[in-house]
């Protein structure tokens, strides 16, 4: 999230978030996740928050469209972060399955293991209802089984807490 006044290394006209929703739109629209739940986890919270707080780049000089709530501040941390957010999720369309979004310094071992913990008990739980054929098709059951297995099988090789 803090990359919101930067611009890309290889294009200095194109805003990093602005390229970042524009991946995740191709993502959004891929035929493969249209059905599973996306886990969107955006990162350099702490940087975010700092550099608002710091005031010398005004979050409305890098979004047109953003417009200061009546009373707030310029770069109220909460306001900004939530229209990012709706930027994101507007690049779903409406009939997507769900999509979770959690915030992170991702520099915290606890903050990444909290919203690990977290997106791999809703996989586990999907996993479950598909199990149980209370939703979606066989197709889907074995994909998202499939996923689940690989997301923690992934996780085993994590280091532990504190590593
Ligand atoms: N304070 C802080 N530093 C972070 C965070 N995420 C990554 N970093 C640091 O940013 C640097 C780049 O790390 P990457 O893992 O490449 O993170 P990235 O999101 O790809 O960020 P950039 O490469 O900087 O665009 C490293 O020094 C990380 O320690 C975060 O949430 N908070
Ligand atoms: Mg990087």
Known sequence: MSS???????DMNTNQMEEALVIFKSICGSGYFMKT???????????????????????SDHFPD?????GAT???????KTYITERFRAM???NHAPLET?????TSTDEV?????????KVRQDAKEF???????????????????????????LPAPGY
């Open 102 to 106: 959690y915030y992170i310094n991702a």
């Open 113 to 121: 293991q909290g919203m690990w913990e977290s997106a791999i008990g």
């Open 92 to 94: 779903c369309c409406e």
């Open 131 to 157: 199990s149980s054929g209370s939703s979606g098709t066989a197709t889907e059951q074995v994909y998202l089984s499939d996923s689940a297995q690989r997301v923690l099988a992934i996780k085993e090789h």
């Open 4 to 10: 919101y006044n930067e611009t890309l290394v290889e």
């Open 37 to 59: 739940r996306l886990v969107l986890c955006f990162t350099k919270m702490d940087i975010f928050r700092r550099k608002l707080a710091r005031g010398d780049h005004l979050f």
């Open 74 to 80: 310029p770069n109220d941390f909460e306001a900004a």
């Open 66 to 70: 953003y417009n200061v709530m009546p």
